[in-house]
């Protein structure tokens, strides 16, 4: 079976600027796209993390790190500051080396950012 790179988009937000609030944030993202798309961190090529420029208290890779993603390459950045973007948020693009579609790859959106793909988004079929 052909394995192919796909990217796993997915985003949410912090309450807060403090290392607990960053690390949870992106833990509970990570974990709903593991779920819903039974990934396997050997399947995992790279991951970019991006915070707006209102969160930098901590990397949000760390929380990849406590789930086991010792070596996938993770780099975070910050995103464009738009003035009209949303705040407090945190971005992932993860590129996954799979045989499925990417009609078949599950995108999450959660807290405040669940607006920004509402066309994209499964975690409100995954919450319930």
Known sequence: MPMYCRGIRGATTAQANTREE???????????IIAANHLNPDDIGSAIFTTTD???A??????ARQLGWYDVALMCS???AVPSGLKQCIRVLIHWNTPKTQAEVVHIYIK?????????????????
């Open 78 to 80: 910050h995103e464009i």
């Open 58 to 63: 901590e990397y949000p890779a760390v929380a």
């Open 54 to 56: 209102d969160l930098n």
């Open 22 to 32: 960053i690390v949870t944030a992106t833990r509970e993202l990570l974990e709903l």
């Open 112 to 128: 405040e950012a669940q607006n920004l793909r509402p066309e994209r988004n499964a975690a409100a079929t995954l919450q319930a």
